[in-house]
Nanobody, 116 residues
Framework: QVDLEESGGGLVQPGGSLRLTCAASGSILIIRDMAWYRQPPGKERELVVSITGGGEIKYADSVKGRFTISRGNTRNPIYLQMNSLKPEDTAVYYC??????????WGKGTLVTVTS
């Protein structure tokens, strides 16, 4: 079992920055890949960025050049640095982990609101 806890969300003005943190606990050695997803109000959940166990990173086109994923030396926690935030980045941001055995794990989410 893996538990994921997000933090760092909040209210920010357009053009501002936030850094989200995802801390994993439990059987973290079984984690293979991790990712950040988001769900804007009234819309479906979408992938923001993923990072494999080998360090391969893929960003959604909508956040390329503005968001950066990183992780600690032990792969935990992972961070999402969000710069030049736009109102359309408003969403609940979720941390996701995929285990070596194919299991999916989700955090409860953290709300990011970008508004003037």
């Amino acid at each position: 079992q893996v538990d994921l806890e997000e933090s760092g969300g909040g209210l920010v003005q357009p053009g501002g920055s936030l850094r989200l943190t995802c801390a994993a606990s439990g059987s973290i050695l079984i984690i293979r890949d991790m990712a950040w997803y988001r769900q804007p109000p009234g819309k479906e959940r979408e992938l923001v960025v993923s990072i494999t166990g080998g360090g391969e990173i893929k960003y959604a086109d909508s956040v390329k050049g503005r968001f950066t994923i990183s992780r600690g030396n032990t792969r935990n926690p992972i961070y999402l640095q969000m710069n030049s935030l736009k109102p359309e980045d408003t969403a609940v941001y979720y941390c996701y982990a995929l285990s070596n055995f194919g299991g999916d794990y989700w955090g409860k989410g953290t709300l990011v609101t970008v508004t003037s």
